[in-house]
Nanobody, 115 residues
Framework: QVHLVESGGGAVQVGGSLRLSCAAS????????MAWYRQAPGRQRELVAL???????NYAESVKGRFTISRDNAKNTVFLQMNSLKPEDTAVYYC?????????WGQGTQVTVSS
C-alpha cells in the first residue's frame, strides 16, 4: 500500500519561500516518477513539477525558474522548493506517484501567498 504525506505548506507573503515535503511509504521514490500538482479554488488541478526515476524534471511554465523539485532517496522523500512566491501560487498542493499515470496521491497541503 503506497502512502504519501505532504507537509510544509502555510501562509507566506509575496516574494517569500516555502519548502514542501512528500514522505512516501510502500514504494521507493528512487524507482517511481513523482510529481507535485496544485489546485486553486474554482480551477482544475494542474501539474507543477515532475521528477522521473532518471532524474529528469519538467515544470509548468508559470513556475519555471522559481520552483525546484528534488528528492532524498535515503529519506524516501520528495521536495518542492518554492521561491519568489506570487498570489497566483495560492492553492492546495498535492504529491503524486506512479510510473503509469498517477495512481497514488497525498492528502494535500495548503499554500497561501498574500500581498
Amino acid at each position: 500500500q503506497v502512502h504519501l504525506v505532504e507537509s510544509g505548506g502555510g501562509a507566506v507573503q509575496v516574494g517569500g519561500s516555502l519548502r514542501l515535503s512528500c514522505a512516501a511509504s510502500g514504494t521507493s521514490i528512487k524507482f517511481t516518477a513523482m510529481a507535485w500538482y496544485r489546485q486553486a479554488p474554482g480551477r482544475q488541478r494542474e501539474l507543477v513539477a515532475l521528477l522521473t526515476p532518471a532524474s529528469d524534471t519538467n515544470y509548468a511554465e508559470s513556475v519555471k525558474g522559481r520552483f525546484t523539485i528534488s528528492r532524498d532517496n535515503a529519506k524516501n522523500t520528495v521536495f518542492l522548493q518554492m521561491n519568489s512566491l506570487k498570489p497566483e501560487d495560492t492553492a492546495v498542493y498535492y504529491c503524486a506517484a506512479g510510473n503509469t499515470g498517477w495512481p497514488y496521491w497525498g492528502q494535500g497541503t495548503q499554500v497561501t501567498v498574500s500581498s
